[in-house]
């Protein structure tokens, strides 16, 4: 039970690492309030960022539920 719980558990982290290196950075400073705004307004790339952002909440709730379980069952 507990070499599946940690596959599982590598399984998870890798996806969750990779759903939030694929998601689009915020740009910084001056620029990137005039270009974020644009964005906004404009909707540039949103559904796939929304998209990447829920796939990422999602794995880091199973993230912490399965370091739970290993935590209280082992």
């Not at 990779?18 to 974020?36: D, W």
């Amino acid at each position: 039970m507990k070499t599946f719980l940690l596959i599982i558990q590598l399984l998870v982290s890798l996806g969750l690492i990779a759903s939030v290196l694929l998601q689009s950075g915020k740009s910084a400073g001056i620029s990137g309030a005039i270009a974020g705004g644009a964005e906004t307004f404009f909707g540039k790339k949103k559904g796939m960022d929304e998209f990447l952002g829920k796939i990422s909440a999602g794995l880091a709730i199973a993230f912490l539920v399965i370091t739970l379980l290993i935590s209280l069952v082992f």
